[in-house]
Structures are given as structure tokens and as C-alpha cells.
């Protein structure tokens, strides 16, 4: 895995998946005992191939290349249920933000096309105009998927509802909030701490 | 009581009502909102998703403006927001090298001391109040109360009800004069941001939660987030299968507003897709009698037989 090296303590040298992730979050995968109560409430577990428990098995085996090239964490709707629900302070919806993170400098290539563009074009459009402006997300998510008539016959109903603004927000701070994005970065900072 | 407020990008834009509908509802209770000055995105999910120091830093920006205004506590409706500024506060309270960087970043003055608030806390606070100025009690109406993610977790973070059984908007709820009922899915997540980039799971898992709430006799869902909202209101329309009912779904603070006696426009109850006329018509009648519920109905269908 192409991620930035910290601290070795790895047997021969190489840092292993489960440090890295104790490095950016400090939290240690080996106390998950695969009780599988994340998995059990995990509202995405009928789609997923890897479930939060099969995630954390391999973070603990070590098989990034497993995790990394599979669109299970990408489809982890953090809603924390596993995390609540952990028996033993693991933390699996932390651990998948970060594998997420990681994922996105390793991996970019295997991230479900539609969620990729979905992230990209949220966090363009708060770059943009400092607030989030759902027309304005909605047609750069179109242009990065190709997928220009989803919801399509949805405009008039929400115009009519006035729930769509066509001007997009503007605050005083925009500069500040660039300043910010610039500040922190692509993931790998984090791990450079 | 005076609140900082933070409405966040979605009650400007598809979540409106639930904004309007918190300003109109906590003006009534006597809360009140000071907006925070500039206030910015949150970052949401797709930066928690990618970057974890902008995850905090975004939400850091509008908790250092709500301090420079003087603030000691924010009320964010959605919930998403909640979750994101209030993980901020915890996260930047817990590591003090995260603090460092966020302050690094920020580049201003910020000493981490807002307290971060949800509706359902606010309005649970206010119960005394509500009850005291309820005009047009919601009587013999069923409410399914949906907490769905990030109103109660994690734990830690949200830290105002029990995160597998809380009682917090059924209190509300009861103290309008409708009536919670029993389900099983109020604490199941709707799929949240991946309704623009995977809408079939969004629709799976909305029509799971309709289906509970009607099986269970609800009139309406009450939520008390604008992602909840628009994945169950919005969407519903995909999730309903001909000869089924829809489904009313309400923002908890356009309940308390109905039972306040506000104007339903002003609570921006038109702005639904699911029609909510039926749950305005209820509101609207006259207090039922003391005698009970069932009387009348009783006489109805002697009528018809």
C-alpha cells in the first residue's frame, strides 16, 4: 500500500494497516474479538460484501489491498450504529473513516464512481461559495457521473415547493473557508503529524 | 433563553420548513435564536468521509464565530450538523494535538467552550412551556418518532437520551397531546448522503422504515432531520407501491408548532411531498370531547350498517 510511512514497529521494518490506523486515530483494531455485533446492525450489511466485522478482520489481517480494492467502506453510511453497539471501544465507523481517507491517496481508482463524484462535488461546492448549494451540487455531480437526468422530473415540484434556490449562497468568510480547505489538505497530512 | 443558531446549508434550501418551522415553534416557546454571523458548511459527510482535520476544522470555524458573538451554546437542527459540530467540540476537547492543528488551521481566536444542541433537546427542555401554551392539542393522533443515526450517536457525542432506547421526542410528542407509537425501526438509518449516489439503497431502506410506521398504525413519522426529511418525504413517492397509504412526515418542530396553534403555512407545512393536510385538518378541529375517542365512531358505523 502506497500510504505515507510513520513510525515503524512493524516486525521487519514495514508499518502494518492496524499501526497505521492506531497512528491516525488511536485506536487499536486487535481488541476486536469478532463478536459480529457491528455487522448485526449494520444497515448496510445486505449489500455490502464486506460487512464492519469482515472489516475489521482485515484490518487486523493486514490485507489493505482487500479493503482498498472493495467498495464496502465507500458504502458505509456513518450512521455509528456499530460503534454504539461495540462491545469491546473498537470504533468500526472511525475505523472506516479512516480507511476512507487512506482509500482516497492509495486507492482512488476503487472508489464506486458515484460516490467519488458525490464527495468531490459537495466539497467543491462548499470551496465555491462557503455553504452548501444543492442545485449547484446536484449539476457538478451530474457532470462527473453522466448521469444528467436523475431526479430530473423532480425541478418543477421542488421549484413549486420552494426548496430550490437557483442563486447560490454567498458568505463573507468564502476566502476564509478556501483558506481552511488549503490548510488541511489532502488526507495525507494527517498521517505526517 | 437565548441560543445561538446554527441552521446549516439544508434549512436554507430543500429542508426550509424544518427552519422555518424551529424559528416559528421556539419563538412561541420564548427561545431565543441569535444566528450565528457568516456561519459556513459544516463539511458533512463527504469531508468526515475524506478528511478527518477538515471534519473538524469546518465546524471549529462556526463554533469560534459563535464564540466571538458570544455564545455558550448553538442549537443546530439537523442533525447531521449536530453530529458534525458536536464531534468537532469532543474531538478538539479530547486531543490536545488535534486542538493545536485546529487552531493552527483556523487562524483566530477559539477557546472550545460553545455547548452544541439538538431540537429534540431544546424542545424536550421546553415540555413545561409547550404544555403550558398548547391551543389546538394533536388528540388521538399517532406519531411514529423516527430518531434515525446521528441524533443519539455516537454516545459520547450526542450524549442527551439513551442511544438504543430513548424516550426524548416521544416526551415532546406526548405533551402536544398526540399519542407515540410502539415500532421497530425509529433508530434505523435512511440511507442519509448516499441518496443522490446509490438512491436504490436510500429507497430500500425509507420503504423498510414507511412500512414499519404504517404496520404500526402511525398517522405520521415525525423526524428532526432534513436528510431523515427528504430521504422519507421526498423519496416516498419511489418507496409506495400501489393501494398502499402514504405517509406524512413531519419535522417534530412543525408537530409542537401545530399544537401551538402557529399558522401551518408559517410552519411550512405546504412545502411537503406527501401531502400533510390531513395531519393540519386534525389540528384544526375543534378539542375533542371528554367523552372517549371511540364513541363517536362507534355511532358512525351503526350509521353505515
Redesign the interface.
Known amino acids: 500500500m502506497a500510504t505515507p510511512q510513520p513510525e515503524s514497529h512493524g516486525e521487519h521494518g514495514r508499518t502494518t494497516l492496524a499501526e497505521t490506523l492506531h497512528h491516525l486515530t488511536g485506536l487499536v483494531a486487535a481488541r476486536c474479538y469478532q463478536c459480529g455485533k457491528c455487522s448485526a446492525g449494520c444497515p448496510m450489511a445486505a449489500e455490502t460484501t464486506l460487512r464492519p466485522h469482515d472489516v475489521m478482520r482485515l484490518v487486523n489481517l493486514d490485507r489493505a489491498d482487500r479493503l482498498m480494492a472493495d467498495p464496502s467502506i465507500w458504502l458505509c453510511l456513518t450512521c455509528e450504529t456499530c460503534t454504539t453497539r461495540c462491545p469491546n471501544g473498537c470504533d468500526p465507523a472511525r475505523v472506516m473513516d479512516a480507511l476512507r481517507e487512506l482509500a482516497m491517496e492509495s486507492a482512488p481508482e476503487h472508489i464506486p464512481r458515484p460516490v467519488k463524484a458525490f464527495h468531490a462535488a459537495f466539497l467543491e461546492q462548499i470551496q465555491a461559495s462557503g455553504r452548501m448549494f444543492e442545485l449547484g451540487l446536484v449539476l457538478r455531480y451530474k457532470l462527473k457521473t453522466g448521469a444528467l437526468m436523475q431526479d430530473a422530473a423532480s425541478t418543477p415540484a421542488l421549484l413549486a415547493r420552494g426548496k430550490l434556490k437557483v442563486m447560490p449562497p454567498r458568505i463573507d468568510g468564502v476566502a476564509d473557508v478556501r483558506r481552511i480547505f488549503a490548510a488541511c489538505g489532502p488526507a495525507k497530512q494527517e498521517v505526517e503529524r | 433563553m437565548k441560543l445561538g443558531y446554527y441552521p446549516g ?2 434549512l ?3 429542508g ?1 420548513e424544518y427552519g422555518e418551522s424551529t424559528v416559528a415553534t421556539l419563538r412561541a416557546l420564548e427561545v431565543e435564536l441569535r444566528e450565528i454571523d ?4 459544516c ?12 471534519s473538524v ?2 465546524p471549529a ?1 462556526n463554533l469560534a464565530l459563535a464564540e466571538a458573538q458570544g455564545l455558550d451554546e448553538v442549537l443546530a437542527p439537523c442533525a447531521a450538523c449536530f453530529s458534525r459540530l458536536a464531534t468537532a467540540r469532543h474531538e478538539i476537547a479530547a ?1 490536545a ?1 488535534l486542538a493545536q ?1 485546529v487552531a ?4 483566530r481566536p477559539f477557546t472550545n467552550h460553545v455547548a452544541v444542541r439538538n431540537v429534540v433537546d431544546v424542545l424536550r427542555a421546553s415540555i413545561p412551556a409547550l404544555k403550558a401554551k398548547v391551543m389546538k392539542p394533536l388528540a388521538g393522533m399517532k406519531v411514529a418518532c423516527y430518531y ?3 441524533l ?4 459520547e457525542i450526542a450524549g442527551f437520551d439513551d ?2 432506547a430513548p424516550t426524548s421526542m416521544e416526551d415532546v410528542v406526548r405533551a402536544t397531546g398526540a399519542t407515540p407509537v410502539g415500532w421497530n425501526m425509529r ?3 435512511c ?4 441518496s ?4 436504490s ?1 436510500v429507497v ?2 425509507g420503504r423498510a422504515i414507511v412500512e414499519d410506521a404504517r404496520r404500526a398504525g402511525a398517522d405520521a413519522i415525525a423526524v428532526a432531520c432534513p436528510m431523515c426529511h427528504s430521504n422519507l418525504d ?1 423519496r416516498q413517492s419511489a418507496m409506495t407501491r400501489r393501494g398502499e397509504a402514504e405517509m406524512p412526515v413531519v419535522y417534530l418542530t412543525e408537530l409542537v408548532g401545530l399544537a401551538l396553534g402557529i399558522d401551518p403555512a408559517e410552519l411550512g407545512l ?4 406527501v401531502s400533510t393536510s390531513s395531519l393540519v385538518a386534525r389540528a384544526a378541529a375543534p378539542p375533542p370531547a371528554p367523552a372517549p375517542a371511540k364513541v363517536p365512531q362507534q355511532g358512525a358505523a351503526k350509521g353505515v350498517a
Open positions: 446549508c439544508s436554507h434550501a430543500t426550509r457568516d456561519w459556513s458548511c463539511g458533512a459527510t463527504s469531508a468526515h468521509a475524506t478528511n478527518h482535520l477538515l476544522a469546518l470555524r486531543d494535538a492543528r493552527s488551521v483556523l487562524d434515525g443515526c446521528l443519539l450517536r455516537p454516545t442511544p438504543e433508530l434505523e438509518c440511507g442519509a448522503a448516499l443522490l449516489a446509490r438512491t439503497s430500500r431502506l421526498f405546504g412545502r411537503h411531498f
